[in-house]
């Protein structure tokens, strides 16, 4: 199988649509730094080292020869990743290890949003505007615990892409307004990145603040995509933390709503997401 030449006669669906619209937003984060990239029918990836945590490959079907999709990636400098979408690649023997176990996520459009239960306030995700206020989100996202700046990733020209939001969450006051009475500079409590890409929406980067609960974040995101972006499904990943979406699973009886929420993959299972299925990101290590 050629790589460089791959097609297929069919859209992708389930896991490769998804994967899919993750590679969109790869390509977005690549375009906005001048990083070059390309696409087949089973591999997006760049030639050149991406920017801080993003890969250097993803993979949009199985089958995957491990061999080809090396050979298109630059493994001679520190830090070369892939996302194998299926988790079906072994690069062990090729100087990689695991970095992440993941789910996959999808959120069907137009099911009703339920209030997540225990959450107080009101909250709501708005658009960001303008490069002073994406430094702002910027620093929220990072939350400057480890005293270093955050990492250049999202550079202002993102939010000129028609296909990107970037979305700031604010608690907002019982009749809708931010708690300043604005739209735009309230607190801010959370946020995340949608992107349009294969006929979803992709949800990622999603953040809460201090002690505000992730599930009431997920809650306003998913509001806020049915605005930007209707009658599109919503997509993702989150770490596999252990988080299981089948309630009656013995081994899980212990786990409560509350506890669920605390957890990212948790927090968006309760936001109506289902899992489409595993993947694994992979991290050169010489």
Request: net charge negative.
């Amino acid at each position: 199988m050629n790589i460089s030449r791959a097609t297929s006669a069919r859209e992708p669906t389930g896991v490769g649509a998804a994967a899919r619209n993750n590679a969109e937003w790869c390509a977005a984060v690549c375009r906005a730094h001048g990083v070059p990239y390309r696409f087949s029918g089973t591999v997006w990836w760049s030639p050149r080292r991406t920017p801080p945590y993003y890969p250097e490959a993803v993979t949009l079907r199985p089958g995957v020869r491990p061999g080809e999709l090396l050979r298109l990636l630059d493994t001679g400098t520190p830090g070369c990743s892939v996302k194998d979408s299926f988790a079906a690649l072994d690069l062990s023997g090729h100087g990689f290890a695991p970095l992440l176990h993941g789910q996959w996520l999808r959120r069907p459009a137009g099911v009703a949003q339920e209030e997540p239960a225990g959450i107080s306030g009101e909250f709501a995700a708005v658009a960001v505007r303008g490069a002073d206020r994406l430094g702002r989100w910027v620093s929220a996202w990072h939350g400057g615990e480890d005293g270093e700046p955050p990492p250049d990733i999202f550079r202002p020209a993102l939010l000129r892409d028609p296909a990107v939001r970037v979305l700031a969450v604010h608690r907002t006051h019982a009749d809708g307004r931010l708690a300043d009475g604005s739209l735009a500079d309230g607190e801010l409590v959370g946020g995340a990145v949608l992107n349009l890409g294969a006929g979803l929406v992709g949800v990622s980067n999603v953040f809460a603040v201090g002690a505000v609960p992730l599930a009431a974040v997920w809650t306003a995101v998913v509001r806020a995509a049915a605005v930007h972006f209707p009658e599109c499904d919503l997509v993702g990943y989150e770490d596999d933390d252990g988080d299981d979406d089948r309630d009656d699973d013995p081994a899980c009886a212990h786990v409560t709503p509350a506890d669920r929420r605390r957890t990212p993959l948790g927090a968006a299972l309760d936001a109506g997401f289902r899992v489409l299925g595993p993947l694994r990101v992979w991290v050169h290590h010489s």
